[in-house]
């Protein structure tokens, strides 16, 4: 009588389970599955501030002021609180389909501002986190504020 070694044995259970696994999967579940818009048009009011590493959200009031980016371009701001631009003026983003930059240029200025642009799924909604540097006084502050889009 011929002995089966192990691999003999296990060789086609394995193959079978390797075929097995390569089938077609089909997640019911990715069906109804939509991207969400990667534009950030519309208007945003902050709903968390830090200064340095430091949650300034309770202190500041931050419910007056919004950021509005409309859909021909430009933006308008709404309140004045320490940000990136001062002015009205327009956007836009560097790359429409997988954004990383935002530009921001105000009105009657040859400058933009590119800042980093994390816009990540929040609840079945975005949120818009921008992190920027202002400079006065005697020490360089970093700002890092995340918006929720105003519905």
């Known amino acids: 009588?011929?002995?089966?070694?192990?691999?003999?044995?296990?060789?086609?259970?394995?193959?079978?389970?390797?075929?097995?696994?390569?089938?077609?999967?089909?997640?019911?579940?990715?069906?109804?599955?939509?991207?969400?818009?990667?534009?950030?048009i519309g208007t945003w009011k902050v709903s968390k501030a830090t200064r340095n590493g430091e949650d300034i959200t309770k202190f500041m009031n931050f419910s007056e002021f919004t950021l509005t980016i409309a859909e021909d371009g430009s933006y308008t701001l709404n309140d004045v609180l320490p940000f990136l631009v001062k002015r009205n003026g327009n956007w836009s983003?560097?790359?429409?389909?997988?954004?990383?930059?935002?530009?921001?240029?105000?009105?009657?200025s040859n400058e933009s501002i590119d800042i980093p642009f994390i816009?990540?799924?929040?609840?079945?909604?975005?949120?818009?986190?921008?992190?920027?540097?202002?400079?006065?006084?005697?020490?360089?502050?970093?700002?890092?504020y995340t918006f929720l889009r105003d519905e």
Do not use: H
Not at 120 to 127: I, S
């Open 1 to 40: 009588m011929k002995k089966i070694s192990c691999i003999q044995l296990f060789l086609p259970i394995a193959l079978a389970l390797f075929a097995w696994a390569c089938s077609d999967f089909k997640d019911s579940s990715s069906q109804n599955f939509t991207e969400l818009d990667k534009t950030p």
């Open 93 to 108: 983003l560097d790359n429409p389909q997988y954004p990383f930059l935002i530009y921001f240029r105000e009105n009657a």
């Open 119 to 144: 816009y990540m799924p929040f609840e079945g909604k975005r949120k818009m986190t921008l992190s920027f540097t202002t400079e006065g006084g005697c020490f360089r502050n970093v700002y890092s």
